[in-house]
């Protein structure tokens, strides 16, 4: 049975709910990442509940102008979102990514590092930024996931997929995403609506 870090609703709310795209991200991560603010939760639940919030890291891959686009195939671990295409590669953290600090900020980078080992392979080096949050609560989906954006800076367009699920792999300008918006699942739609505004 697998499980997932959670944070209560209740503590979201607190710090200000929002729909759509949020900046100030570290407030907010400070936060769910203090002790005791977060704690594992079995999936099937988690992704029925909606006093809760499945937090999880959303990572963006820019090089030189253009941002990687995939398409979620049939064997993506979230069934409601097959077949749309999507700018991030996200997933859940799990108990193996905890470490010294906990359920805290060690254990969070853990996990970001993991997932993307586990389904990109990544030519040349890299840097990573928080951008923001994304929350969608028009949604069943997103009623019970809260998304943190990572940006990741590529030294080389050197990317392939790593597993089934992620199939079509392209770089894409800004514009050439908005054309395709339609397509995009909601967190992708959200997005690229931010980074067409900065």
Request: aromatic share 8%; charged share 20%.
């Amino acid at each position: 049975m697998e499980h997932v870090l959670v944070i209560p609703r209740s503590l979201f709310d607190e710090l200000g709910s929002f729909q759509g795209f949020q900046g100030d991200a570290q407030r907010y991560l400070s936060a769910m990442l203090a002790p005791g603010a977060n704690f594992f939760m079995e999936r099937p639940a988690a992704e029925m509940d909606p006093t809760h919030k499945q937090l999880i890291p959303y990572s963006l891959f820019h090089h030189e102008g253009r941002y990687l686009c995939y398409t979620r195939g049939g064997k993506s671990g979230e069934k409601r979102l097959v077949a749309k295409r999507s700018v991030g590669i996200g997933g859940h953290i799990n108990p193996v990514d905890q470490s010294q600090d906990g359920l805290g900020e060690t254990m969070y980078f853990n996990s970001i590092e993991r997932e993307i080992t586990e389904e990109l392979v990544l030519g040349g080096t890299h840097t990573q930024r928080v951008i923001g949050l994304i929350n969608d609560d028009s949604s069943e989906v997103g009623s019970v996931h809260l998304g943190v954006v990572h940006l990741f800076e590529l030294s080389s367009a050197e990317v392939s997929s790593n597993e089934e699920a992620i199939q079509d792999l392209q770089f894409y300008t800004l514009a050439e995403l908005q054309d395709m918006r339609e397509s995009l699942e909601a967190w992708s739609q959200i997005v690229v609506g931010h980074l067409e505004g900065r």
